[in-house]
């Protein structure tokens, strides 16, 4: 079977730093996105991690460990704007999103 | 360039009626997803497209839901007879399908149609 973990809720301060876990157990694994989706919105493409290993997008990074099954989004000073919800999402050939993890970004 | 377009926005329907929702992927773009979305949840692949092959439908349920592509491009998916259970956001997704392997397939979603069965 197919299954991501990640937080369903997470808080931080405006101008702080917070990271989002995601654990995957997948039959096939070509790599790990992440998604940002505000209230009413659709899901839009933050990053995507086919190796080991940190990407740097802005104030967004995305790290991957393909040992370990398990990467990260880390969002560097928090806007206020960036309150939504972030979905890892693993490409088993086809995409497979996880739950989701909801910031909720604190003034 | 146009994004992913869908149609109706929004859909308020009684229970065992029919209900078809339709979407024109970017231009260019092989594959083409549907997505079922509950409220708080992560998206729920419905089907997959390459092109006009329905190539992963196994989380479809048959007995009332289909879809088609024709000529590759636009989709439709349908309910017959919509269920109170339905009630979801059903999201449309496009790549451009380049294969297996590192590709960075990034999916570009439509706005989305809001199912409401009452």
């Known amino acids: 079977g197919q299954s991501l973990e990640q937080p369903s809720e997470v808080t931080a301060v405006e101008g702080a730093i917070v990271q989002i876990n995601c654990t995957y157990q997948?039959?096939?694994?070509?790599?790990l996105s992440w998604y940002q989706q505000h209230d009413g919105g659709a899901p839009t493409f933050l990053s995507y991690?086919?190796?080991?290993g940190l990407e740097e997008t802005g104030r967004f990074s995305s790290f991957l460990s393909r040992s370990d099954s398990y990467g990260y989004l880390l969002l560097q000073e928090l806007q206020m704007k960036d309150s939504a919800s972030y979905f890892c999402a693993v490409n088993d050939d086809k995409i497979i999103f996880g739950k989701g993890t909801r910031l909720h970004i604190l003034p | 360039e146009a994004g992913v377009v869908q149609s109706p926005r929004y859909k308020i329907i009684e229970k065992k009626q029919p209900v078809a929702f339709w979407c024109n992927p970017i231009?260019?773009?092989?594959?083409l997803y549907w997505y079922r979305q509950n409220l708080g949840q992560g998206p729920e692949l419905l089907i997959r497209y390459e092109n006009e092959e329905a190539v992963d439908d196994s989380q479809l349920p048959k007995d009332r839901f289909s879809a088609e592509r024709l000529k590759g491009v636009d989709s439709t998916l349908k309910i017959q007879p919509a269920e109170l259970g339905d009630s979801a956001v059903y999201l449309c997704?496009?790549?451009?399908?380049?294969?297996?392997?590192?590709?960075?397939?990034?999916?570009?979603f439509g706005s989305g149609t809001q199912l409401s069965v009452l």
């Open positions: 997704a496009s790549s451009l399908g380049l294969g297996q392997g590192t590709t960075n397939e990034k999916l570009f």
């Open positions: 231009s260019g773009h092989n594959t």
């Open positions: 997948t039959s096939g694994f070509y790599g």
């Open positions: 991690n086919a190796l080991d």
